[in-house]
């Protein structure tokens, strides 16, 4: 399971941490299969069609000088145009993906920077090389739409009072994919990868429980795919889903899911299970028993009774006392059980 690292903030305790969105950004796109829908995405098509989308890469930035090194956590990639005849080195382009989970009025600035900082690099490692050029691309999922200007003439206050200067002041613009102003429609509609829409859905709405909910018919396709082939990606997509929402809605959220998408209880209770196991989940749905059979007991008394409701007096205890092994036993026949019986019929 690639894992993500997850942060206690200032405000809560060490058991319940909050999503690390710069992990799930980075652990999907920082992988070229995913990163190509978003990088094509956002490029002029013109400039698009003319670059070798094989020599895609993903760089190192170990190579930007200290200290600035230890404030670039973002990506950045590599790729070429395609070949012009008699051209001794190949063109190159760099995009440069900056992920903002709060807005940052000195963003431009700051990217300036790092811009700088690829290019010093390049130069050093090839001297008499063509500076390249550099495509920066800002992927916000603050809460709210992005609040600041863009352009770097912005981070200087009274530039605006002296036109005359503006000619003589570096100049750029940041470009800009704010999933709050996205739909998650436009998001599915792209063309990315299933892990890709998962992960921009959930780091636009997985915060807010009304938003997740509506938009559920828009990322539980992609997520569905990727618990199928890919169930790694699922765990750490689920991971994050988790530690994102309150855990007082982790069952409710998990039942509905499974009862959209019912061939996927196996890989959530597996992720939850193992969730519990790490200690990232804690709370009022697991108390005191971290790891142990509680929460599964809990979260198959919600299933149960999304499926076969009212159950009868007792069907709590029943569960609360069960085994972990018959807690797994259960959870493996209430997809294909027509009756409650059917679930405990070999208990």
């Known amino acids: 399971m690639r894992q993500l690292t997850l942060r206690a903030s200032d405000n809560r305790s060490v058991s319940e941490p909050r999503p690390n969105h710069d ?16 990088v094509r995405h956002w490029l002029p098509a013109s400039v698009a069609a003319r670059l070798d989308w094989s020599t895609l890469r993903l760089e190192n930035p170990s190579f930007v000088d200290p200290p600035l090194a230890a404030l670039f956590s973002d990506l950045l990639f590599r790729v070429e145009f395609t070949e012009v005849e008699g051209k001794a080195e190949p063109l190159l382009i760099y995009v440069l993906i900056e992920h903002q989970s709060t807005p940052d009025p000195r963003i431009a600035w700051r990217m300036q920077r790092y811009i700088g900082a690829i290019q010093n690099a390049y130069l050093k490692e090839t001297p008499t090389a063509a500076l390249p ?26 530039l605006a009072e002296y036109p005359e200067l503006h000619r003589h002041v570096a100049q750029f613009h940041v ?3 704010d999933l709050p102003s996205t739909t998650p429609d436009d998001l599915a509609a792209r063309d990315l990868t299933d892990m890709a829409v ?27 795919a990727v618990s199928k082939h890919q169930p790694d990606d699922f765990k750490s997509l689920f991971a994050y889903l988790m530690q994102a929402t309150p855990s007082m809605h982790h069952h409710a959220l ?5 009862h959209e998408a019912p061939d996927m209880h196996p ?8 969730l519990i196991a790490e200690g990232w989940v804690q709370g009022e749905a697991i108390g005191e028993a971290r790891g142990q059979a509680k929460g599964k007991a809990e979260l198959l008394l919600k299933l149960l009774t999304l499926k076969f409701d009212p159950l009868p007096h007792g069907t709590a205890e029943r569960l609360s006392t069960a085994t972990a092994e018959q ?13 409650l019986e059917e679930v405990f019929s070999k208990e």
């Open 267 to 274: 890989p959530i209770i597996s992720a939850y299970d193992e």
């Open 327 to 339: 807690l797994d036993q259960f959870a493996e026949r209430i997809l294909e059980a027509q009756t």
């Open 254 to 258: 998990c039942a509905t899911i499974i």
């Open 198 to 224: 998962a992960a921009l859905c959930l780091l636009r709405d997985a915060r807010g429980l009304a938003a997740l909910t509506a938009s559920m018919p828009h990322w539980l396709p992609s997520l569905r």
């Open 133 to 158: 050029i550099v495509f920066p691309l800002l992927v916000s999922n603050a809460r709210r739409p992005w609040p600041h200007p863009l352009d770097l003439h912005s981070v200087y206050p009274r």
């Open 23 to 38: 992990a799930l950004f980075r652990l999907t796109f920082g992988r070229q299969e995913n990163a190509l829908g978003l």
């Open 175 to 177: 470009l800009l994919d």
